[in-house]
């Protein structure tokens, strides 16, 4: 019984110190005391971080999209600035389709450099299509976190105690099976927490840059050229016509005389 009532205690005290319950009564006295004294471990952890100073945790991201003349002299920009900045392309994609050629590169850099890395990874580059940087604040969501896991791992230590001084292979059962239990509680905040942690630490930059391509067949830019030759042909013709105008007219008139000449010789013969 006194192991059932300790692990009773133990794991509403979990609760309290995950949710903020009140303490429940009615327990055996030394159960009671238990309870009491691991529901002041998630009192006194949540203290000290009330008391400590508190530094934002903050996650930064971004996406880039712009128009480039060159494929490749942006890309070993962007890859320069990688290096630089001691950063890792996450993905690297290109895309071809008709009319336009682009590729896009996922970046993750220290958070301390995003500012640095976005303006030399686009150096050169006065226009964005598109421009989209983002900062959340996950400072509340981290103390969370952080005060979950360090009473999970204090209730853990009060478990193993417990097991030391478990006198039954019935009671030990029972404290190795919440145990287990806890062990999985700790681990998956243990994952959340490192997941934050990296988002802080590690911001991503989204960069997709493109090229405008022609379209056009080989036959569709024979023809277009073929007629737009044409019509600066026509163009010079009458240009010619304009620049030898004195010639014309002289002939106009000299092949008029001549035509008159004829039909009165007709008409008199």
Excluded at 19 to 32: D, I, K, Q, V
Excluded at 68 to 89: F, G, H, M, Q, S
Aim: charged share 30%; glycine share 6%; net charge neutral.
């Amino acid at each position: 019984m006194y192991i059932k009532s300790i692990l009773l205690a133990a794991s509403i005290a979990l609760f309290m110190g995950c949710n903020g319950g009140n303490s429940s009564e009615g327990y055996a006295s030394e159960a009671a005391m238990d309870k009491v004294a691991i529901h002041n471990v998630a009192e006194t952890s949540q203290a000290e971080t009330t008391t400590s100073v508190i530094e934002r945790k903050l996650i930064k991201d971004g996406r880039v999209e712009f128009e480039t003349d060159n494929l490749e002299t942006t890309r070993n920009t962007i890859y320069e600035a990688i290096k630089t900045y001691k950063a890792y392309v996450a993905s690297d994609q290109a895309y071809n389709y008709p009319g336009r050629m682009s590729q896009t590169i996922s970046v993750r850099m220290p958070a301390e450099h995003f500012d640095t890395f976005l303006a030399d990874a686009t150096t050169g580059v006065t226009k964005f299509d598109s421009k989209d940087i983002n900062i959340r604040d996950v400072t509340e969501e981290f103390l969370d976190v952080e005060a979950r896991l360090k009473t999970k791992k204090e209730l853990e230590a009060r478990y193993l105690e417990l097991l030391k001084k478990a006198q039954n292979v019935k009671d030990i059962l029972e404290i190795e099976r919440e145990l287990g239990q806890l062990r999985s509680d700790i681990e998956s905040v243990e994952g959340r927490l490192k997941y934050l942690e990296n988002q802080v630490a590690m911001s991503t930059l989204n960069i997709t840059f493109y090229k405008t391509v022609d379209t056009e067949t080989e036959f569709g830019k024979k023809f277009q050229n073929g007629f737009k030759n044409g019509w600066e042909n026509l163009i010079w013709f009458f240009v010619g016509l304009v620049n030898l105008w004195p010639f014309i007219l002289f002939g106009l008139i000299a092949v008029t005389i001549i035509l008159v000449m004829r039909k009165r010789k007709k008409n008199r013969g």
